[in-house]
């Protein structure tokens, strides 16, 4: 099992930055690609990032590529979402999540592990 706790969230204008952490525990932290997906009401969660465990590969989808930067702490069992000039469009629930293995996969049914979320606000 893996529990994620993810913080960080806060209401900020545009342009400015943010960075989300997720600390996680359990035996298969290091072993499972760890991700950053957001929700907005009523639609379906989107992917954000995601970095490998095994070398640090990452990858991002293209509304966040040049702003956003995924990064893990191995010995903290931490990842983080530094994301800066931000959009009202990157409001939402930011959820941090863990797989069980190595994935390259955008979906988030190929995540089992989840944090409680934290929200994002980006207000004109």
């Known amino acids: 099992q893996v529990q994620l706790v993810d913080s960080g969230g806060r209401s900020v204008q545009a342009g400015g930055s943010l960075r989300l952490s997720c600390a996680a525990s359990?035996?298969?932290?290091?072993?499972?690609?760890m991700a950053w997906f957001r929700q907005v009401s009523g639609e379906e969660r989107e992917f954000v990032a995601h970095?490998?465990?095994?070398?640090?590969?990452?990858g991002y989808a293209d509304s966040v590529k040049g702003r956003f930067t995924i990064s893990r702490d191995n010995a903290k069992s931490t990842v983080f979402l530094q994301m800066n000039n931000l959009k009202p469009e990157d409001t939402g629930v930011y959820y941090c999540?863990?797989?069980?293995?190595?994935?390259?996969?955008?979906?988030?049914?190929?995540?089992?592990?989840w944090g409680q979320g934290t929200q994002v606000t980006v207000s004109s």
């Open positions: 999540a863990a797989a069980a293995s190595s994935t390259s996969s955008l979906s988030p049914r190929s995540y089992a592990y």
């Open positions: 359990g035996r298969t932290f290091n072993s499972g690609t």
């Open positions: 970095i490998s465990r095994y070398d640090g590969r990452v």
